[in-house]
């Protein structure tokens, strides 16, 4: 992805107002068979990092994220605004051994916000999704 694309363009996708439900891209990994980079905030410095996620890293959080938290926040703070109610990894051999053609491969969930939350993705005010989970500092290596 290039520094001008819209890091946003591929998270939420459906919103569902029924059953209280929005649903997109938690991590995206690759695009069009090319590593994703999203662009997020360091803390420290407050620039824009480039961030890939490699998919088996990608794999092997999001089983740990689905067995022992699945909390949604709102904009990374404060107390859980809801769960994360499905999570399905789409790697390239998943997709390949369910015989699905896709350009995205990364980490596909669906989150049950409270319907404050809800109003704020109905209204486009939010366009990704935000998670109770943390990182650390790490050095980038190519595990793929």
């Not at 620039?47 to 890293?57: A, D, G, N, S």
């Not at 990608?58 to 699945?70: G, K, Q, T, V």
């Not at 969930?109 to 990704?128: C, D, R």
Request: hydrophobic share 35%.
């Amino acid at each position: 992805m290039t520094e001008e694309t819209d890091v946003h363009q591929f998270e939420v996708v459906k919103v569902e107002p029924s059953l209280g439900l929005v649903f997109g891209w938690g991590i995206i990994c690759k695009v069009d068979g090319q590593d994703y980079y999203d662009r997020n905030i360091d803390k420290d410095t407050g620039k824009r990092v480039p961030e890939h996620i490699p998919e088996t890293t990608m794999l092997e959080a999001a089983s740990d994220f689905m067995e022992n938290s699945r909390v949604a926040k709102e904009m990374h703070k404060g107390e859980p605004k809801g769960s994360v109610v499905f999570a399905f990894p789409m790697t390239t051999e998943i997709a390949k051994s369910l015989k699905i053609a896709t350009p995205i491969t990364g980490l596909l969930v669906a989150m049950k916000p409270t319907p404050e939350v809800l109003k704020k993705f109905e209204s486009g005010e939010f366009t990704g999704f935000s998670i109770g989970g943390s990182t650390s500092k790490f050095e980038d290596i190519d595990s793929e």
